[in-house]
């Protein structure tokens, strides 16, 4: 589970959007994963996670939307969805909550 949560993180912080270019690629170079810290609500249907993110940018960073697919042999066994918009304060090291569901 832990390793899901970690490329969840990942494709949290990498997700492409209309702005994609060289500055997000800076943005997203001075973002940095530090550790998970705690979990709330654990279901079949979902969690809230929290994470310990650095955002050394001089950029606010909102990520609205995110979903990754958890595949085995080539069949989608899992969905995890965002389910709430996630902000990372500019030029700090914050605990951020990961809302997920899982379908």
Known sequence: MRILMVCLVVMLVATPSANA?????RIIEKIR??????TSHLSTSGMNLWA?????????????????????KGRTVATITLRDKVV??????T???LPLRFT
């Open 21 to 25: 270019g060289k500055i997000k690629d």
């Open 88 to 93: 990372l304060p500019r030029r700090s090291t």
């Open 52 to 72: 310990e993110i650095d955002n050394s940018s001089c950029h606010r960073v909102t990520i609205h939307e995110a979903e990754i697919d958890i595949t085995i």
């Open 33 to 38: 994963f530090e550790r998970f810290t705690k």
């Open 95 to 97: 605990e951020v909550l």
